[in-house]
Nanobody, 119 residues
Framework: QVQLVESGGGLVQPGGSLRLSCAAS????????MGWYRQAPGKERELVAT?????????NYADSVKGRFTISRDNAQNTVYLQMDSLKPEDTAVYYC???????????WGQGTQVTVSS
């Protein structure tokens, strides 16, 4: 089992920044990925960014956030961060942290944190 605790959401004006954090605990594998998805009202959950929990830290971003969002990780703390800059109203959504074990294919989700971009 893996538990994920997210923090850092809130209300921000367009053009502003927020940083989300996701702390993982439990049976964490080094052969895994962590990342963020989001779901806006009336829309399907979509990928935002992922990062491998390996020495390479390979990242993957949705086209809509490239150049504005940065995912990073602190393996010692089993924590993943999402730095969100130049936020737009269309970034408004509930952001979910996800952990995936690449060996046994198990997947865990956080409870979600609301991000609202509005003036």
């Amino acid at each position: 089992q893996v538990q994920l605790v997210e923090s850092g959401g809130g209300l921000v004006q367009p053009g502003g920044s927020l940083r989300l954090s996701c702390a993982a605990s439990g049976s964490i594998s080094s052969i895994s990925t962590m990342g963020w998805y989001r779901q806006a009202p009336g829309k399907e959950r979509e990928l935002v960014a992922t990062i491998t929990i390996t020495s390479f830290g390979t990242t993957n971003y949705a086209d809509s956030v490239k150049g504005r969002f940065t995912i990073s990780r602190d393996n010692a703390q089993n924590t993943v961060y999402l730095q969100m800059d130049s936020l737009k109203p269309e970034d408004t959504a509930v952001y979910y942290c996800v952990y995936r074990n690449l060996i046994n294919r198990s997947q865990y989700w956080g409870q979600g944190t609301q991000v609202t971009v509005s003036s």
